[in-house]
Antibody
Framework: EVQVVESGGGLVQPGRSLRLSCAAS????????MHWVRQAPGKGLEWVSG????????GYADSVKGRFTISRDNAKNSLYLQMNSLRSEDMALYYC?????????????WGQGTLVTVSS | DIQMTQSPSFVSASVGDRVTITCRAS??????LAWYQQKPGKAPKLLIY???SLQSGVPSRFSGSGSGTDFTLTISSLQPEDFATYYC?????????FGQGTKLEIK
């Protein structure tokens, strides 16, 4: 069974940093790109960042470019999101998402999310 | 960036109704379009990919169509469990983008 489990969320002050992790199991992790998608309270879905299987292709939403860094460790079946210079508008539930086979930008498995709260 | 615009933002319908949601891309995305369903407190669920391919396990009352810039999601006969929020998403190129969502409520 495919599982992706996020961790690392919490309360952080504006301007500070936080690192999210996603532990994957039940599939061959290094065969797949992986993504982060977020959802602010009461709002819609926003794709944040994605990384190819070998880290050779990385993309970011304009809203986080230059502040967030996505990475992965295939030996540990893990995905990460380093979030720096956090703003109030970054407050959201952050989902780790696995794409469907053959469709790197379509997300067929999601975690339950980890909540990031940005407040002084 | 490719902008995705859904309509309507809100729809009220009854069990058994046929409902259609539309999604328009700001530029052509071929068939790189997915639809998701999200219920309160839950992660999104993939319904349709490649504009018209039904994800495994999704009931056949859900269907998708379109290519280029204009797409539709149709639910042929609404069931009680279908009341949720629906999102389209372009999977053509980074940065991937979602529509703003369509909330489907019981009339």
């Amino acid at each position: 069974e495919v599982q992706v489990v996020e961790s690392g969320g919490g309360l952080v002050q504006p301007g500070r940093s936080l690192r999210l992790s996603c532990a994957a199991s039940g599939f061959t992790f290094d065969n797949y790109a992986m993504h982060w998608v977020r959802q602010a309270p009461g709002k819609g879905l926003e794709w944040v960042s994605g990384i190819s299987w070998n880290s050779g292709n990385i993309g970011y939403a304009d809203s986080v470019k230059g502040r967030f860094t996505i990475s992965r460790d295939n030996a540990k079946n893990s995905l990460y999101l380093q979030m720096n210079s956090l703003r109030s508008e970054d407050m959201a539930l952050y989902y780790c998402a696995k794409p469907a086979a053959g469709y790197p930008g379509v997300f067929d498995d999601w975690g339950q999310g980890t909540l990031v709260t940005v407040s002084s | 960036d490719i902008q995705m615009t859904q309509s309507p933002s809100f729809v009220s319908a009854s069990v058994g109704d046929r409902v259609t949601i539309t999604c328009r891309a700001s530029q052509g995305i071929s068939s790189w379009l997915a639809w998701y369903q999200q219920k309160p407190g839950k992660a999104p669920k993939l319904l349709i990919y490649a504009a018209s391919s039904l994800q495994s396990g999704v009931p056949s009352r859900f269907s998708g169509s379109g290519s280029g810039t204009d797409f539709t999601l149709t639910i042929s006969s609404l069931q009680p469990e279908d009341f949720a929020t629906y999102y389209c998403q372009q999977a053509n190129s980074f940065p991937y983008t979602f529509g703003q969502g369509t909330k489907l409520e019981i009339k």
